[in-house]
């Protein structure tokens, strides 16, 4: 492991999001207790000149000292519930230095203590010394652990996440995680061309996410941001796997800003690999039940719009009437947060009553405009309050 320089630093808050939540990892609030990142993968676009990560980015370490204060400030006084996401793409919550920082085990206390549902994004196993807080989370809102895992076996990974944990060593820790009843994921990427693209290799990896029974595969390509990003990963090609340079070349040779590989390679990919982990019945989405219960039904009938979208479409089922009513769920939703968030003597659980009622007394279909969308979520969100009244009047008993 290379020495690296400690900077540390004070925050004054963590991300907080008023509008409508982030659909593709379903959180609402984030923080990270870093900057910069240790482990050191050869593609991490954390390095891009648009992250103005200062110095090295492999050593020069940021340390939010006052995270966990910070942190407790926040969840004392946040209005809305939510799932609160912990990782940033420039950072993992467990790089090494965590080890004498433990700045991880009073964020999960603080979590814990406030209730709130969590979902954390790591590539090290470290993260099984505070399996025992992250379960009594779990137990209290929910706790979801994600892993990124995209090599078959270890010999190519030690190249480009030379300090990150092991493939074994974070199937162990996803499985010590299920074995405890907590929900895990598996973000399969960045997916590296001409490496691990391979149907044979995108097989057995589906292959051990299903054997430990994870709740979700999110597969992804690589990004290559031209500049910092780029460079440092054609610099480990050209070092260790010299006949693909010139493949790489090309395929990245668009310089988009986002740092996408040329889209009839993000196709054949993700068609290639999302066909294997629908093959093998994991979902491509977080799952409802993974944030089901842990935000307000206004913002989870929002998740499930999108998703649904995203998928029917992706069957070739016609979405127009579902992008309507998404479209005018939303506006209607993004002025009714703005008009709550003005009045703070209001409380969110009326916008939350209030949008429950809209849809057991019908009213919804002025913005739905669409029965069979209704009948659904009549289905999905009454029944689930009816579940949650019995569940509350039980607990008082
Ligand atoms: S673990 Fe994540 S943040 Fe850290 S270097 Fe790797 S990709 Fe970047």
Known sequence: MVSINKHYIDVKSIKKNTGLPDTYFVSKFGFSPYKACQHSCKYCDGRSEKYYVEGDFEKDITIRKNIPDILEQSLKKFREKGIIGISSGVSDPYQPLEHSEKMMIDCAKIISHYKYPAMLFTKSNMVLRDIDLWEEVHKKAGFTLMMSIVYPDDKIRKIFEPYASSVEE??????????????????????????????????????????????????????????????????????????????????????????????????????????????????????????????????????????????????????????????????????????????????????????INMIDNNTVMTLFKNEKLLNFFKKVILEQQVFNYVTLKLEKY
Not at 284 to 300: A, C, F, G, S, T
Not at 309 to 326: E, F, M, Q, S, T
């Open 170 to 355: 974070r199937l162990r820790t996803l499985k010590a995680f299920k074995d405890r009843g907590m929900s895990v994921g598996v973000l399969a990427m960045p997916i590296l061309p001409f490496l691990t693209d391979h149907p044979d290799q995108l097989l057995k990896m589906t292959k051990q996410y299903q054997e430990i029974g994870v709740d979700v595969v999110m597969p992804g390509s690589m990004t290559l941001r031209p500049g910092i990003n780029k460079n440092t990963y054609f610099d480990v090609i050209e070092k260790n796997f010299p006949k693909l340079l010139k493949k790489y070349q090309d395929l990245y040779s668009e310089n988009r800003q986002s740092g996408s590989p040329k889209n009839y390679y993000v196709n054949r990919v993700h068609s290639t690999f999302g066909k294997i982990i629908s093959e093998h019945h994991m979902p491509q989405h977080i799952p409802h039940r993974l944030y089901k219960n842990r935000m307000p039904v206004y913002d989870e009938i929002y998740i499930l719009m999108t998703h649904m979208i995203k998928i029917y479409d992706h069957r070739g089922v016609n979405v127009d009437k579902l992008v309507i009513a998404k479209k005018n769920y939303s506006k209607w939703l993004v002025d009714e947060k703005k008009f709550y968030n003005r009045r703070r003597n209001l409380s969110f659980d009326e916008l939350e009553s209030k949008v």
